[in-house]
């Protein structure tokens, strides 16, 4: 499921009407506006979010009809897509960690993904060169205790978990004073989920904010809950004054109404989003790259930033080396999958790219199970049908068919695209454009 992807859709389509337009007219501004206000609300936006975007954007479009434009089509749709960067916030907003420890607090309602972003935005922070301690203030969940230690395991960073029969309030403050002594510069209170018709509840976490005074309050709301979830980070702001919100599992929501209320509605801004289960799934929410993403333009900067994590300058030229002297064989095509599949789920990946919607990815049939599949039949060819995939005769397919227990026409496939691929890369071998290999030269 591609994050955005109704939405993307629709705008594409009418993108495709607007950019046919000889002249800005009432007409057209009206028709225009009159699809974009229908997706939006299609999409679960807040209403008078929806009214206030259509307003700018009707107001802004009517001043085009004047300019002597070469494409006043696409001067309309810079006009939607610049609204819409400011609909989300403008500007990049990063954590406030001016302090030694920075106490960034965890609030949500109940299997919103506290823990999981706990322990994916240690990560993140620990990539940026700091010191980090997770703290288990949630004692009333034991499983959340121990899905943090595992998480911090997982991302080799500390968990403070103070003693049996601490209350949630002395566990955070005993973690910051543990902190200190520690050296550690940042501490993430992953704090108990709670009903916000939960009077106790919000006092305890309440007293939590007053006493440990952290520098982030963060929201973390569920994404696929729509207007639910705009509606609940406000009485949590009424409650404690957040000072930005995480949206997580965005992966499995093709509308993304949250994202376009939520900035306006409460008044703080989105600082993150979970895109994937994986431990490295939360991005930093730029609101140009998103509108961008949401436009069907892409984003491409995001998809190199990715690859860049993985793809080692080293390996990527010993990868040039190999196209260039045309001995790039199965062996090297596995390790590009597997580095490929650390990237994230393919279908994010490739709604990265520019002009793919959820339309385009499902006539593609993109599947990460599907370099599973390409995996387990090249594991299945002894080492010189890897070196030589041209040895491949019927038998051979048919034994690596049955040892990888796909179908021998998924062998065939493979075999033939591989070999297209190899043709392509001879074409392509003077190609000096990325050092990231699947990116210059798959």
Request: proline letters at 3%; hydrophobic letters at 40%; a positive charge.
């Amino acid at each position: 499921m591609q994050m955005f992807g109704q939405i993307t859709e629709q705008f594409q389509t009418i993108f495709k009407n607007i950019r046919g337009l000889g002249k800005i007219t009432d007409k057209n501004i009206n028709d225009s506006v009159r699809q974009v206000r229908r997706a939006l609300i299609d999409a679960d936006v807040n209403f008078k979010v929806v009214k206030s975007f259509v307003a700018d954007v009707e107001e802004k479009a009517q001043g085009t009809k004047v300019l002597k434009s070469i494409k006043p089509g696409q001067q309309f749709i810079k006009i939607i897509r610049d609204e819409l960067v400011s609909l989300l916030g403008s500007k990049d907003t990063g954590l406030n960690l001016n302090y030694d420890p920075a106490v960034v607090l965890l609030t949500g309602l109940q299997g919103a993904g506290k823990t999981t972003t706990a322990g994916k935005l240690a990560l993140k922070l620990k990539e940026e060169g700091r010191s980090v301690l997770l703290v288990a203030a949630d004692v009333y969940r034991p499983a959340a205790i121990k899905q943090l230690i595992k998480l911090g395991r997982q991302v080799d960073v500390p968990v403070f978990t103070g003693d049996t029969n601490d209350d949630p309030l002395k566990i955070c403050r005993d973690a910051i004073e543990k902190a200190r002594s520690l050296k550690n510069n940042v501490v993430i209170l992953d704090t108990a989920g709670r009903l916000h018709i939960d009077s106790n509840m919000m006092e305890e976490i309440q007293s939590i904010a007053h006493n440990t005074q952290p520098s982030e309050i963060l929201f973390v709301a569920d994404g696929m809950t729509g207007q639910d979830a705009v509606r609940s980070a406000l009485s949590f702001h009424e409650a404690v004054p957040l000072s930005g919100v995480v949206l997580t599992k965005m992966d499995g929501d093709t509308r993304g109404g949250a994202a376009f209320s939520i900035k306006n509605v409460i008044g703080v801004p989105i600082k993150f989003i979970g895109t994937s289960e994986s431990i490295t799934g939360l991005e930093k929410f730029s609101p140009d790259r998103i509108a961008d993403r949401i436009l069907g333009f892409g984003d491409v900067v995001s998809l190199v930033e990715k690859a860049e994590k993985i793809f080692d300058e080293k390996n990527a030229q010993e990868i040039k080396n190999k196209i260039s002297n045309n001995s790039f064989d199965l062996n090297d095509f596995k390790i590009q999958l597997q580095q490929l599949k650390n990237m994230g789920p393919i279908g994010e990946l490739m709604g990265m790219m520019p002009g793919m919607n959820s339309k385009t990815l499902k006539q593609l049939n993109m599947d990460d199970r599907q370099i599973n599949w390409t995996e387990a039949i090249i594991n299945s060819m002894t080492e010189n049908e890897r070196k030589d995939p041209n040895s491949m005769n019927g038998s051979r397919r048919l034994r690596v068919s049955k040892g990888s227990g796909r179908p021998v026409q998924e062998v065939n496939a493979l075999l033939k695209q591989f070999d297209q691929m190899k043709k392509m890369m001879k074409k392509m071998k003077n190609f000096k454009n990325t050092n990231i290999p699947f990116m210059g030269n798959m």
